[in-house]
């Protein structure tokens, strides 16, 4: 888990982060970096490309893929990027989010402990099968839109009491889970953050998407793994590890603004 700065913020409030965090968001956005749109200068060359926006219209950059919302993200934005050479991977939660179409489709007794200091989420019992139905409506729905793949947030509950019994081994069967039927629907799967269970899920994995890896000192988990590694940095970092696609997202704010790190 990151430190509790709100990873999405649903349409109803768009920018009031942004708007408490900066002054004059779209404009003054951290200089430190290059703001190339494509690769830029300071990519490592031959690793593939990444972006990532959740809010506001979607910016197709032409990088090898881009992460969106499943639910929020409009179709004239996947066909947008998909025009601009960009795979379309779709990003959501494995737990409840007060906020979501399908929220009152999760019974009752499947919702478990608040989900750290993020309001509206809560963990779920990853043994129900309701709310194994709703992952695969989910997943579902990804095929239909003509995603490529799926970035499926919260899947390291073992780092928390969720009220539900879920330790590592869990945490290892709900990803299996999750990529087995990714992969059955043409979808690719990626595992976000848990670093702990890459050497038990590793089969099962297309790329990594890692929020704050060297924030927390675990970004040399993920080299040499014969994946894509994307890795989010929220503070400003000088320079990124050979082989990982870094980007920088100022404060967590998941709009169009983003700058590459550039690696050693």
């Not at 972006?51 to 919302?69: A, L």
């Not at 989010?97 to 963990?123: I, T, Y």
């Not at 009491?161 to 889970?177: D, K």
């Not at 990982?244 to 967590?252: F, L, Q």
Request: charged share 20%; with cysteine; glycine share 10%.
């Amino acid at each position: 888990m990151i430190s509790p700065i709100p990873r999405f913020l649903p349409s109803s409030l768009p920018h009031l982060l942004c708007l408490a965090l900066f002054t004059g968001c779209a404009s003054d956005f951290d200089s430190t970096y290059s703001n190339n749109p494509g690769t830029g200068s300071g990519a490592d060359p031959g690793v593939p490309s990444w972006s990532i926006q959740y809010e506001g219209r979607i910016v197709p950059r032409g990088k090898s893929f881009h992460i969106v919302d499943l639910f929020e993200v409009s179709s004239a934005d996947i066909a947008s990027l998909k025009s601009s050479g960009s795979k379309p991977i779709a990003y959501f939660s494995s737990q409840y989010e007060n906020w979501r179409p399908d929220s009152s489709r999760f019974p009752q007794a499947a919702l478990g402990k608040p989900l750290g200091n993020w309001p509206g989420e809560r963990w779920v019992d990853t043994h129900s099968a309701a709310v194994r139905s709703i992952m695969l409506a989910r997943l579902d729905l990804a095929r239909s839109r003509g995603f490529y793949g799926v970035d499926i947030d919260n899947v390291d509950g073992y780092e928390s009491n969720t009220g539900f019994r879920y330790g590592s081994g869990e945490a290892v069967a709900w990803v299996q889970f999750l990529a087995r039927e990714a992969h059955a629907r043409g979808l690719k799967f990626g595992l976000k953050n848990a670093p702990e269970l890459i050497s038990s899920v590793r089969g099962s994995i297309d790329y990594y998407v890692v929020e704050e890896g060297h924030q927390y000192g675990h970004i040399n988990s993920y080299r040499r793994l014969g994946r894509p590694v994307f890795n989010i940095e929220y503070q400003p970092l000088e320079r990124t590890l050979p082989g990982i696609y870094t980007i920088y997202k100022s404060g967590a704010v998941m709009d169009a603004r983003e700058a590459i790190v550039p690696a050693r």
